[in-house]
């Protein structure tokens, strides 16, 4: 249930100040762009979708993502449902763990389910597979190396899906089963708190043409900064648990209309007889697939020079802004070939791209 939006706004500190931010990890050689990452403590902690707009949605989690960001101090204002995203300084407070820049607060009902990569549920086995088939090296779906919370899906148009996930910043296996516990409890006597989240909306459609469903997918993807233990507890006792999502409107990879859409397609559930593709795990093709269009990679570097066009303005592990021109949705749309030089389960070392 959508509960309210507020207006986009800037939020953050100097992004060498910030705990959490969004960075570029480049090849060695060329300096091109290999990873898209969410960095926390100048660490790798996510692995996040492919500039290119048409390789297949991602969050992995890497090895290095082992630290929550919650703040002590605002255990208590969260506590149960906030009524406005300006209530009690919660923006302010986050705010001085993300890098500076524009975002949009979404305040949010979910009723999370717990899915297990590779189960019943498991969008990268399931809804990916109908977009982009299954990996036509490896044979296998993307693995995001982490369990993860589904909370919403609808469609957007004829040629569109948005499906929502919140992501764990650790598993919940490492939660303290004493607190997950005590917010069953209340959540059974009708409390509602809040969590706190960074977001992205990234827009993946395949250019490829080799599965069974064409249409985009928008995923929108929030990333805990609190919440932890309410997250696991509403999906343990089927409870909604309110959620306060700062969209990171400049590290997402999708236009600023169809940020603007969110509100109104947040509060439009999927309808009896509206159709998203496959629910359920598939299993792997049997027969051999067709393989991708050829390429031509700059030496070195893992992806092409169109591919290091369109970057968007990010960081680089160094701190250095890493700045490209922006690629609309129609043109990511004209892309027609695919690489992908490491195994979806490798998150150290993939390069994905799709290239004109």
Known sequence: MMIK???PRTVGVPSPEARLRFGAELQELSGGPRRRLLMVDDEPAFELSFYCGTCPLLFRRLETANEKLHLEDMQERLGGPLDDPDDNGVIEAFGALLPEGEYLPLLLDVEPRLVIPGKEGDYFSGEQITAWGIDQFWRLPQYPHTPYYRTFETVVDADAHLYEFVVPMVPPTWNERRRVEEYVAHME?????TAVAISTLDVCQSALGLADDPAAHWGLTHFLLDGHHKLEAAATARRPVRLLSLLALGESLAEGEDAARLPALRATPLGPND???????????????????????????????????????????SGQPVSQPRVSRTRRQGVRSQSKTSPPGAGSSSTRSETT
């Open 5 to 7: 939006a507020g207006g």
């Open 189 to 193: 006597r009708g409390t509602v708190p």
């Open 275 to 317: 159709r998203i593709a496959a629910r359920k795990v598939l299993p792997a093709p049997t027969g051999p697939l067709p393989s991708a269009r050829p390429h031509s990679p700059d030496p070195g570097s893992g992806v092409t020079g169109d591919a290091v066009a369109r970057l968007r303005p990010t960081t680089a592990p």
